[in-house]
């Protein structure tokens, strides 16, 4: 058995304000050392509720952990190239198959290809056509994981231009049809696929739209 993070390190980044403060100090005779964090709850790897997009939906602390953490299945997308529309086609061809209600994880390896510390890493990243995001809605899964900003109108936020919302199209077809979105993975070129089990479990923040969250795969143990 072997224990893989995928996780982002939620630490100082360009996207995202995000403070750690400290106190105490244990050299100086403190008995505690105490952490504060301030940091988005959509920023880093984390998990959307659908409360992120619909009003009145439920928020993060009602996602049911069997959406997050379970069987996952592996597309591997790694040659897809910079700037790329990934549709259906491609997809099915990564698909290695499997039953409804597991997580399907995206793993297009992109933090090998882009720093995600940098504006490139958004920027130029593939992306996926509404065509591809209804495909993913068919095989019904619980879940869907990505390692790169699967929707293209995420590179225009950084440059503060909005779009209909409808071009967020993994938000406006699978998200919206209750199958949970799980962003922004890392490392996902040490799974050895293509199945693993992925516990994906978000914070508990009652009224919150979405948590960080610790994503790791324990490979050897899927079926």
């Given amino acids: ?81 910079p700037g790329e529309a990934i549709g259906p086609e491609r997809l099915a061809a990564a698909d290695p198959g499997g039953a409804e209600g597991e997580i399907l994880l995206l793993a297009a390896a992109w933090d090998r ?21 209804e495909w993913l809605l068919a095989r019904r899964p619980s879940a869907v994981a990505f390692d790169f900003p699967q929707d293209y109108p995420i590179r225009l936020l950084l440059d503060g231009i909005s779009v209909p919302f409808e071009q967020h199209v993994t938000h406006d077809v699978v998200l919206r049809a209750g199958i949970t979105l799980i962003e922004y993975l890392v490392n996902t070129t040490a799974l050895a696929g293509p199945r693993t089990l992925l516990c994906a479990a978000p914070l508990k923040i009652p009224g919150a739209d979405g948590a960080p969250a610790r994503i790791f795969a324990i490979e050897g143990l899927a079926a």
């Fill in 1 to 81: 058995m072997q224990v893989v993070d995928l996780s982002m390190p939620i630490a100082p980044h360009f996207r995202w304000r995000t403070q750690l403060n400290v106190t105490g100090d244990i050299k100086a005779g403190d008995q505690f050392r105490i952490s504060r964090i301030e940091a988005a709850c959509h920023g880093f790897s984390h998990v959307d509720a659908q409360a992120h997009i619909l009003a009145d939906a439920p928020t993060i602390e009602e996602t049911p952990l069997d959406r997050v953490v379970g069987p996952c299945r592996i597309l591997r997308l790694a040659d897809a190239a």
């Fill in 113 to 133: 290809q882009r720093d995600p510390n940098t504006p490139e890493f958004w920027r130029d990243s593939p992306w996926l056509t509404r065509e591809a995001a």
